[in-house]
């Protein structure tokens, strides 16, 4: 048995943001690395809408990730909380209304590695293998730079729907320490953290800024609300039950937060060497595990053995992590008159699955725990950069420009399962026995492990090349183009192309534009990952327990069902914005923007059960009464929408002073072409997108969000209170008759800090105040036995509210 994780009295600084333009006036010009190459940019003078989360708007809040942190200040951010099997362990954070995995995440303004695992079993975020950024530790991050505008041209692939710019602390003395502990209002979820950062100087004028951070965080449960109602065991005879029926628990499903012990570490460093060239290197390592419950079998199921399980089970998905990403380079600026910087990072995500489950098929013979086999991901790229100014006496200030180049080299890694985890045993109940000859189907039951025809190693490479040119043409109106080509080894050729520019009629008010092209290769994830797994399954009838297979697409199963292999998704960006301080103190965005996205990858609907489905799955040796689903360019797609961002602060003289935010975003997304189904599921009466998929794009998240916080400060005392309202959201099933609706909510979040000293700071709060919950969940969609009692397609989880003390210590 793995049984990793209880809290303990330790804790981190949880991080908290505001918009950019709701920083103090010092901070607001600070000048920013995201979106440009140049190094005088400002959040001001921005082409394009960017929010900094500054190191100290992020040390005013109990959020226990950078990840819901984001989504939280970010208007256009949302995180995914709900998924199912190794879905569970990871969530997601998307801009814009687009996938996680269609923005892109950089560390000191090098690519982040995607994480190994590919998301099958969620609910909105299928299909995805984004990186995962709680393995950042949060204590060393100085600062997050959140560019909500297509990127491609100037980062590459993935920068569909904008870049999240990591940025690293560079301390060269003092640091700190945070702790935190905390837990639900229903006192489980108990979570403590603790993180500490030290800065050291060395050489002539070198810095080393080194952090440690440990978190363990206990299971929530929101089972009790469903408790099992139906016949748990065998009649002994007819017309009877089971005595154990009226003493057996009935809480037997346990949704809700998984458990986690994670440790990680982080250092960034530089060293000037003479007067033109500087080495830095920076790096992370984290070790995660992380454990959840899956969905119940009865005694008297099928797929269970009372010789082994007499009282029945939940299959217990354990998942351990290994990650690290590590960077080292140089930069100067006098190679023939420019600027330039060669670096190289190399990453790897390594990911174990173990299981505490049955395989059915093997009967009495069956184990209790599995291995079930390795997911792991490398990413190794390297980075050549140029940038220089230009004096051409035709406009208001020098050409600026930047050109370089990128070779980049992806690996992914499937290791086979235990034999076990796979295998299918063909054991047949005996004679006399209620289930008699019946049959069930191989693998361990939850998550079924990797078998060998599935393992391999899978790589490609891709190069790179960019040219970025940015001029200010008068005193107040600028341009900036820039240009991409990209050559992949397994796909071919790409090219994206961005143009943008600000005009500033008068101070304090200004229009910004941007147009653009991009792309997003394929990952090999959604190329070549296939498992089996049993989940609940919305049919007419209702969710059902099921048995499914997701076939790469490269499977002659998936290719006989129409599968195909998979292009680069392709984007046209627009945007326009206004920027504008119409009162002193006060700031004010607007942006609107529409994304237009070609040869989609989505996770197609649940394929079969059907006849032509089976026969697939048998002509490959597979379990034939499996239901199936696979990758495809799918569908097109417009998403279009308006963030607006205002804030102000106003003095009480000796009451202190109040930072009042507010930030909106309104986010419609609609298909402009689905993908027919191919003729061989045509013709069995099946659809590659079904409207489940339909409605989990289109409605399955908030259409709109809004965020009104205060920040009040006096003395040593300081208060953040922030409302959030989700909009509705819609869950569509396979019969329209069980679709549900999840009414707007608002979430409250409290934070109350007073500063005993100069060095301490000790705060309480809560993040949902209320105690907010989803709406319930109707009886149809609930799964058989009943797992969800609360709807998980809600933004903000259904755990309720958390409630934390915390305290931060500088020195």
Do not use: C
């Amino acid at each position: 048995m793995k049984a990793y994780l209880t809290a303990a009295s330790l804790l981190v600084l949880g991080l908290a943001a505001t918009p950019a333009f709701a920083q103090k006036a010092t901070e607001v010009d600070e000048v920013i690395v995201t979106g440009t190459r140049a190094t005088s940019r400002t959040v001001t003078t921005s082409l394009a809408p960017i929010d900094v989360l500054s190191s100290a708007e992020l040390a005013k809040s109990g959020k226990q990730s950078t990840r819901d942190l984001i989504s939280t200040l970010v208007p256009s951010a949302n995180t995914s909380n709900s998924g199912a099997g190794a879905s569970f362990a990871i969530k997601t954070v998307s801009l814009r209304g687009l996938s996680a995995d269609q923005t892109l995440v950089l560390v000191n303004g090098k690519r982040r590695h995607n994480t190994a695992i590919l998301f099958v079993n969620g609910t909105t975020q299928n299909g995805q293998s984004p990186p995962d950024l709680d393995l950042i530790p949060s204590s060393a991050i100085e600062r997050i730079e959140v560019l909500r505008d297509g990127a491609s041209a100037q980062y590459g692939s993935d920068a569909l729907a904008g870049v999240i710019n990591i940025i690293l602390k560079t301390n060269d003395s003092g640091g700190g320490f945070n702790a935190l502990v905390g837990a639900t209002g229903q006192g489980d979820g108990k979570t403590a953290q603790a993180s500490a950062n030290m800065g050291f100087s060395f050489g002539d004028g070198g810095f080393l800024s080194v952090t440690l951070d440990a978190k363990t965080q206990n299971s929530t449960d929101r089972g009790e609300l469903t408790p099992n109602t139906t016949q748990l065991y065998f009649a002994p005879s007819p017309g009877t039950l089971d005595p154990r029926e009226s003493t057996l628990s009935r809480h037997t499903s346990h949704p809700g937060s998984p458990q986690l012990q994670l440790y990680s570490a982080g250092y960034s460093a530089g060293l000037p060497v003479g007067d033109h060239l500087k080495l830095y290197s920076f790096g992370t390592i984290s070790s995660r595990k992380t454990a959840a419950w899956l969905t119940y079998r009865n005694p008297n199921s099928l797929n269970n053995n009372t010789a082994v399980y007499p009282d029945g089970y939940s299959p217990r998905l354990f998942l351990e992590d290994r990650d690290y990403q590590i960077a080292a380079g140089a930069k100067g600026d006098n190679l023939l008159g420019f600027n330039w910087d060669l670096s190289t990072t190399f990453s790897r995500n390594e990911v174990g699955y173990y299981e505490n489950s049955l395989n059915a098929s093997m009967g009495p013979a069956s184990p209790s725990f599995f291995y079930l086999g390795t997911l792991a991901f490398e990413e190794w790229t390297t980075n050549f950069d140029l940038t220089r100014e230009f004096e051409t006496g035709l406009f208001a200030a020098p050409l600026f420009a930047a050109a370089g180049l990128e070779y980049r080299k992806d690996e992914f890694t499937i290791e086979a399962g235990e034999l076990a985890s796979y295998v299918n045993g063909n054991y047949r109940a005996p004679a006399g026995t209620p289930l008699a000859g019946q049959v069930t189907s191989g693998g361990s039951q939850g998550v079924t492990g990797f078998p060998p025809f599935s393992a391999g190693t899978f790589s490609r490479n891709n190069t790179s090349a960019y040219l970025n040119f940015e001029q200010k043409i008068t005193d107040n109106w600028e341009v900036s183009l820039a240009g991409r080509y990209e050559s992949y080894s397994d796909f071919g050729e790409a090219k994206t192309a961005k143009f943008s520019t600000r005009f500033e009629p008068w101070d304090g008010f200004a229009i910004r534009g941007t147009a653009s092209t991009g792309f997003r290769a394929p990952s090999l994830q959604q190329q070549h990952y296939g498992s089996s797994s049993t989940i609940g399954v919305s049919f007419p009838t209702g969710t059902v327990l099921y048995p499914v297979q997701l076939l790469p697409p490269d499977n002659p199963a998936a290719i006989a069902l129409g599968a195909k292999p998979l292009e680069p998704e392709t984007s046209t960006n627009y945007s326009i914005g206004l920027v504008a301080q119409p009162l002193p103190r006060m700031n004010v965005t607007l942006d609107v923007y529409q994304i237009q996205i070609k040869d989609r990858i989505m996770q197609s609907g649940t394929l079969g059960p059907n006849a032509t489905v089976s026969a697939a799955l048998a002509s490959q040796g597979l379990n034939p009464q499996q239901a199936v689903f696979y990758y495809a360019n799918a569908a097109d797609t417009t998403t279009q929408g308006i963030d607006f961002v205002a804030d102000y602060r106003t003095d009480f003289d000796g009451w202190g002073s109040v930072k009042w935010t507010f930030a909106a975003n309104y986010n419609k997304s609609e298909f402009d072409r689905i993908t027919p189904p191919p003729p061989a599921l045509a013709a069995a009466g099946l659809v590659l997108i079904d409207r489940v998929k339909i409605g989990d794009f289109t409605v399955g998240t908030p259409r709109d969000k809004q965020v009104v916080s205060a920040d009040w400060t006096v003395g040593d005392f300081e208060a953040v209170l922030r409302i959030t309202r989700f909009g509705e959201v819609i869950q569509r099933t396979a019969n329209p008759v069980n679709d549900e609706t999840l009414a707007p909510q608002g979430i409250v979040d409290l934070d109350l800090s007073y500063d005993v000293t100069d060095n301490v700071r000790v705060s309480i709060g809560a993040n949902n105040l209320l105690n907010e919950y989803p709406d319930i969940t109707k009886v149809a969609n609930r799964g058989t036995p009943q797992f969800a009692y609360y709807n998980q397609y809600s933004p903000y989880g259904i755990s309720g509210g958390f409630y934390y003390g915390k305290m931060a210590v500088t020195f």
